[in-house]
Every structure is written in structure tokens, then in C-alpha cells.
């Protein structure tokens, strides 16, 4: 599907991942789905200490990544998201 990334504000193909209705480019749409299984790895371990900082070691690249890409003064459904619930 053809259209404007909800993160990035990139046209190009988007996707939409299961169970959300985001909209995303390629590059985040990989850089989110990554970042929702290390939160479901957070989940399972549940919030161990060790595991959970060495997930959220993981995890610290792949959101400033994100951050970086997105256009300056854009703030998607994922963001918003993060910003309302927490990334953990
Ligand atoms: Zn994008």
C-alpha cells in the first residue's frame, strides 16, 4: 500500500502491523515491530531486573533511531503511544 509514513512523514509503502493501525514506512515499520517484541520479551521475563536492562540496552538504538528519522514536530501514533503508556 502506497502512502505517507505515520512516523516519518515519508511517502513511499506502508505498512501496518497486527494489532495496530499505524501506518509505517519499511525502516520503522522493522525498527517498531523490533521494539514491540523486546517489550514482549520484557513482559515474559517479567521486568527481571537483569534481563529487562539488558533488553532496554537493545532497545535504547532502535527508539533514537526512530526518534531521528521522524520529522521534526511529528509525533506519530507510535510516539504518542510511548509517551502515554511507556516503551516498558
Ligand atoms: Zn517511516
Partial sequence: MFGLCESCD??????????????????CTADIAMLISLHGLMKQANWESEITA????????????LLARRKPGRYGPFFSGVASKGLA
Avoid: M
Fill in 10 to 27: 515519508r511517502a513511499g509503502e506502508v505498512f501496518q502491523l497486527p494489532g495496530r493501525t499505524d501506518r509505517n514506512c519499511t525502516e
Fill in 54 to 65: 539488558e533488553l532496554e540496552i537493545q532497545a535504547q538504538p532502535i527508539l533514537h533511531r
